[in-house]
Each structure stands twice: as C-alpha cells, then as structure tokens.
C-alpha cells in the first residue's frame, strides 16, 4: 500500500493524481510499445536474414549487405516514430513549474536587491 | 568496373611533424579555459549550489542534447567499437543497433519524471534524489555504487586521453622535455617505473584539465565542453566517412571486397639467419611486414622482429632439418596468415604493387604453430553476415540471443547511466527535451552507424592488422660501422632505459640508432649534436652520472654507465672523430639538410634492416 492509497482510505475521495503523472504514464506506454516493436522488428529480421550461410546470393543495398540495409532502414523508421513521439505525444505539462522558476528568479533579484 | 583501391605505402613512411595536432590542442585547451572562465562568471551571478551542480537547471535543446550525446560516446565508441568492426565485420551494425531507440528509451522513460521531481523536490544530485523517494540505507548503497562504477567508468577515459595525448605531442621538444622532467621526478616512484613518462604527462595533463574547469565553473563547464566534444566528433566522423569511401572506391566495392574475405589464421613466427662471426649487424623485421613463403602463403607481422638472440640451433617446429650452426633468432613475433585465394591475390596486386617484398637477405622464417578462427574459418561471407567471425567462440561474434541482449543494453541501460540521469535534472523544460529528442535521433543516426561504415571499409584498406603487437624493451649493441665500433639501438616501447638494466649483448631500436661511443661519454648533451634547443629531433636525454665514460669500443659500458636513457625520436650520436661525426659536424650547419638526411636514414634503416646499408645509402 503506497502513500497515495493511504491518503485515499482516510478520506474516502478518489485519487487525485498529478497530470504531469498521468502525462508520463500515458507517455511510457507510447516508448514500451515503441521500443518493443523496435527490438522485435530488429532481432527478427536480423535473425531470420543475418545469420545466413550463403551471403553472395544476397543483394547489396547502396553498398551495404541488405539485411544491414534492412536494420538501417528500421533505424530510420524508429527514428522517425520517435520524432513523431516527441512532436505530437510528449505532452507539455511543467507550466506550473515554470511559474515556479519564475517566483524562485524574483524572489532571488529581491534578495540580491536587498543586499 | 570495379574501381581498385588506392594502394597504400607499406614500407615506412615518413611521418611529418604533426603541427597540426599541437595547434588543434592548443585551440581546444584555450577554448576549455575561456569556457570554464566564461561558467564562472555565470556562476558568480547564480545561486551556487544549483548552479554548479545543474546549471541552475536551464539548460537549451542544444546543450542538453549535445552533452547527453556526449556522455553516451565514451572512450568505448571511439576506440574500442572501431576495433571490433574491424575485427568482425558488418555484424557490427546489427551489435549497434540498440542505439536506434536510446533517444527514445533513454529521454522518453525517465526523463520528464525526473526532471520534475528534482525540481519539485529540489534535489540537485542523484543520491539526494534516490534519498528522498527510498530514505533509509538503500540510498547509501546506490551512493556507493554510483561512486565505484562511474569511477571505474572513468579509467578508460583518461587512459584514452593520456594515450591520444602523447600519440599527438610526443613528437615535441617541449612534450620531451615535460615528459623527461616527469620521468626524472617519478624516478623514485616504483609504481610509475612501468609507464611511458609521455603518456603520464599526457594524463597529467587532460586530469588538470578536467579538474581545473570542472572546479571553476562546475556543472555549466562541463556541459559547455560537452558541447564542444560533440561538434568535434559530429564533424570528425562525417569527414572521416567521406574520405574512407573515396580512398575504399565507394561502400559496394569495400562490401564485395569483404564478402571474399576468408578469417585469418592467427600464429607466431620466428625470424633467424646463420651467425657469420662473432660481430654480427642486428637485423630487423618490421611491424606489418608481408612476406610470403615458397608455397605462396602469405603472411603479415603485427610486431617488430628483432633478430638478435644467439641460438646454437635455429628455431625447429620438428618437421624440418635442423641447421647446424649458430644462428640468429627473433623472439616469438604475432602473425597473421591471410587466407583464400581472391584476397592473397588482391593483397598482392592492390596493396604490395604486384609482388610481395623479400625479407632482408639472409633471413629465414620458421612458422610456428597457426590457428584458425573458431567461427568462420574457410568461408568467405562472414564478414558481411551474422554472427561475424570469432577467434574464441564457435557460436561466432555476436549469437542472436547476444544481439537480443545488446539491444536491451544501450537502449535501457543509458537511461539509467547516473551521469544521464543527472542531465536530466537539468534541462529547463518539457518542450527542450522533446527537441533534443529529435536533436539526439538525428545525432546518433550521424555517428554509430558511420563508424560502422568507415571501419568496415578500413579492414578493405589495411587488412588484418589484428592482433596488439609486444613490444620488447631491450637493447641491441655491437653492430659495426666501418673501423669504428657501433652502439645501434632503437627504443622499443619507448620507456626509459635504466643503464644498469641493459642486456650489454643486446639492442633494442624502434624510434632511433646510435652510432658511436664518445659523445655519450662526454655528458649529457653532445657536443656533436649542438644545442638540444636547435632542433627537435636530435634530441637526447642522458640522466645519470656526468663522469661516465668509456673508450669507443665500449659502448655498452658508455650506455649503461650513462645511468638512463630516453630517447623519443629518430636521431644519430656519432664519435667526436671519424667519418660519421664529420659527416653530422656538417650537416649540424645545415638543418633543414639534416633533417631530410635523417629522414632517409630512418627509412633506410626500416628498409635494409642493416646499419651499415644506411650508411652506405647516406653517403658515408
């Protein structure tokens, strides 16, 4: 039983959890989904065409063996799904925060003013 | 048509002085002070303690991202990376292929909770933070973990600066000096006898460094440097690419080349020639030699032979005849035997102009016992498929389940590196970090992939330099140059050579040759040479006893009287009379002659193997 569940007992309201929390939840699952189709995608196909006993029948890519080419390509592709991750899903959710940086730099001019 | 490969000198090369490097390092060490100054002041206009530890946690897309990149390349991806996709091949790019998803991973899983949590909580290093969320003894585990892992993180790095260092500067009168002032002041010190005096100075150096502008500007500091790191290395391996692909004839022509590949066999050598009398001139065999035998194997050092141990039978694997007599061996040399048919004849035509070079007359080769690799022996293709080949391990370089394991590794172990994790705590928001996500995706892609590139292609340009060569630091003595008795040597591993410990039978040469006797006898500096200061490369640091002395035909006594001698480049001592010293007393008026004269002494030397050959080329 953790602190948030303790809180919830004794007074009986639902959990309130801090959006930024549920932000980085939401967020989380986005980069285990990700990242598991990245390491499936790419053990897999490295796996069933890397590990081959016959490599002179195999093509060249841009002068790469095509299966490097293949991992290649799905280093671009995660790439890319990353920059859609950090464009469109990371949510920006620290303004209270930066209300906060900005209380701390006025309260610090103060102080040095005073002094 | 496929275009051919530039074919590359293999006998010694003249190096020229690099200048370029001490001014690279001079502009890099004042952009590190100026920037450390720079932290400073900014740090003088901060709250400390957030502000030396996190840069009072405003740090932009740009230097976050670029110090993230930063601590992630570590010595590893400079140095030892390079070496293993040399060694196996483009399985290299599958073993890397975790890095695709640490922008993600590394940035996406914890680096928006702990970034707000250290700001909420006001935690401004790691141990604070783990102490809040488990208080107890748990964080003073995790402290102490922190502390002797990141240490041991950090040896490789400094080794690898101290190493780069002296590589670069050791060429310097002024690295020689401060290398030779070191030396003299750790002479006491037993646990420094073993290491190059240039390479503690060098480590002295990048330590002060890093000390001195961590210490002044904290946290902003290093981040800044970081900053500069990144550029340099950004840049580095896009022109290190572009002129590797142009020198192989473009990527397909390296990938063809390589899948004809077969693994070396990996073995020892000896290299002898029959004793003509009791004076016999030391020869040797240079590091990266090719030879070839009359069956048309065809071979490659990875170390220098020195052929200078008396035997009373030469070397004998049991299947030859022996030779009856005294001969002349070398130590047991690491060598490779290059394998299949294409590449031996690629080798011979590409790289060596259509002929393999003999070995220096008189020398024989007894071939010890060769090993094939473990994985990928005999077959062509393995250095473009998985699992690569290996030396030690039938299931090959890199078994899937390995692959599985790496991936996991780099894209889950970076966000939990502490050094990360600290960056973390420093970026200033939410949208900075969503732009160094894509900043750091693009930065990666330009860097572990193109290492692979390049590397793969250096083993199409410099085959099977593969094994790490031993160097042995031994002196050789009594060749013979005209009616004068000769001290030849050369300074293997370029240590310090303590007079009592040297092998009065033996001489040991890579960076230089003495000839003659009485200069060492007349002090520290030669008269013959003239002053130390004038030029670089005749440099000669005798610390010992100023009183020694000996007659010219004792030069192994003059040497190992004359206490310790170092040595760091190619340079010449001749008799105060004779030939030789007319010849230097000359030349001393005439530098820039010298210079060239001693170039072509060097590569005389490296090319005939024989004192006396040199002289004669030179004109003596």
């Not at chain 2, 009168?173 to 240039?198: C, I, K, R, V, Y």
């Not at chain 2, 030069?555 to 001698?565: D, E, F, I, M």
Request: charged share 20%; with cysteine; glycine share 8%.
């Amino acid at each position: 039983m953790n602190s948030h569940q303790q809180t919830a007992d004794e007074t009986d309201d639902p959990i309130q959890y801090d959006p930024s929390y549920l932000n980085s939840l939401r967020e989380l699952k986005y980069v285990a989904v990700i990242g598991t189709l990245a390491l499936i995608w790419t053990v897999a196909y490295g796996g069933f065409n890397g590990y081959v006993s016959d490599a002179e029948s195999k093509p060249l890519f841009f002068g790469m063996p095509s299966w490097v080419a293949w991992e290649l390509r799905s280093w671009v592709i995660t790439s890319l799904v990353t920059l859609w991750f950090a464009i469109f899903i990371i949510r920006e959710d620290d303004d209270d925060l930066l209300d906060l940086d900005i209380a701390d730099n006025d309260a610090r001019t103060d102080d040095e003013e005073h002094a | 048509m496929m275009p051919s490969i530039v074919a590359l000198p293999l006998a010694a090369a003249e190096i020229p002085t690099p200048t370029a490097a001490l001014v690279t390092f001079i502009v890099y060490s004042i952009a590190v002070v100026l920037l450390a100054v720079a932290s400073q002041v900014v740090l003088q206009k901060r709250a400390f303690l957030q502000e030396y530890f996190l840069g009072s946690r405003n740090l932009g897309w740009i230097a976050f991202t670029l110090t993230f990149a930063a601590t992630s390349a570590s010595a590893g991806s400079f140095g030892g990376f390079p070496a293993l996709v040399y060694n196996h091949g483009w399985v290299l790019g599958f073993w890397i292929a975790g890095y695709m998803a640490v922008p993600l991973i590394s940035l996406g899983l914890m680096g928006k909770r702990l970034n707000r949590i250290s700001k909420v909580t006001g935690a401004i290093t790691m141990p604070e933070l783990i102490g809040l969320r488990f208080p107890g003894f748990a964080v003073r585990i995790a402290t102490g973990m922190i502390i002797v892992l990141l240490s041991i993180y950090l040896v490789p790095q400094f080794k690898m600066a101290g190493v780069i260092l002296q590589s670069l500067l050791h060429d310097f009168a002024f690295w020689q000096s401060a290398s030779n002032a070191l030396q003299q002041m750790t002479s006491d010190l037993p646990m420094f006898q073993a290491d190059d005096p240039g390479y503690l100075l060098g480590l002295l150096v990048f330590s002060s460094m890093v000390i001195v502008y961590t210490s002044l500007g904290g946290f902003r500091a290093v981040v800044w440097t970081d900053v500069l790191q990144g550029i340099v290395m950004l840049f580095g391996v896009m022109g290190l690419l572009l002129l590797t692909l142009k020198q192989v004839g473009g990527l397909g022509n390296a990938t063809q080349t390589l899948a004809k590949m077969e693994p070396p066999r990996l073995g020892k050598a000896i290299f002898y020639t029959a004793s003509t009398g009791p004076q016999v001139d030391p020869i040797r065999v240079p590091m990266d030699s090719w030879f070839e035998t009359s069956d048309g194997r065809l071979f490659r050092t990875n170390a220098t032979a020195y052929i200078d141990q008396k035997s009373e039978s030469p070397p004998s694997d049991g299947t030859d005849e022996a030779i009856v007599g005294t001969v002349l061996a070398s130590p047991e040399i690491k060598t490779v035997e290059i394998q299949g048919d294409a590449e031996k004849e690629r080798i011979r035509n590409q790289l060596l102009a259509g002929q393999v070079p003999a070995l220096p007359p008189g020398v024989e080769v007894k071939l010890l016992e060769f090993d094939a690799y473990a994985y990928g022996a005999g077959r062509t293709g393995v250095y473009t498929t998985a699992p690569g080949p290996s030396f030690k391990s039938s299931a090959g370089f890199l078994p899937l389940s390995l692959a599985f394991s790496f991936f996991l590794f780099w894209s889950i172990g970076g966000s939990g590196q502490p050094s990360n994790m600290v960056r973390q705590m420093s970026f200033d928001r939410v949208r900075t970090l969503k732009r160094s996500m894509v900043f750091l995706t693009f930065y990666f892609g330009a860097i572990y992939f193109p290492l692979v590139l390049i590397f793969v292609c250096g083993r199409v340009l410099v085959p099977d330099l593969i094994r790490t060569p031993i160097n042995h630091g031994r002196l050789i003595v009594d060749g013979r140059l005209g009616r004068e008795r000769t001290l030849v040597g050369r300074l293997a591993d370029r240590r310090p050579i303590r007079g009592g410990d040297v092998d009065r039978r033996q001489l040991h040469v890579d960076d230089f040759f003495i000839a003659g006797a009485r200069c060492l006898s007349a002090g520290r500096r030669s008269r013959c040479l003239g002053s130390n200061r004038e030029d670089p490369q005749l440099r000669l640091h005798i610390h010992g006893r100023n009183d020694c002395h000996a007659g010219g035909d004792q030069p192994a006594q003059v040497l190992a009287n004359a206490g310790r001698v170092y040595v760091r480049r190619s340079f010449l001592v001749v008799p105060g009379s004779g030939v030789p010293g007319r010849l230097l007393a000359a030349l001393q008026h005439h530098r820039s002659f010298m210079r060239n004269a001693f170039r072509l002494l060097h590569l005389c030397f490296d090319v005939r193997n024989r004192v006396s050959d040199v002289w004669e080329i030179a004109g003596v």
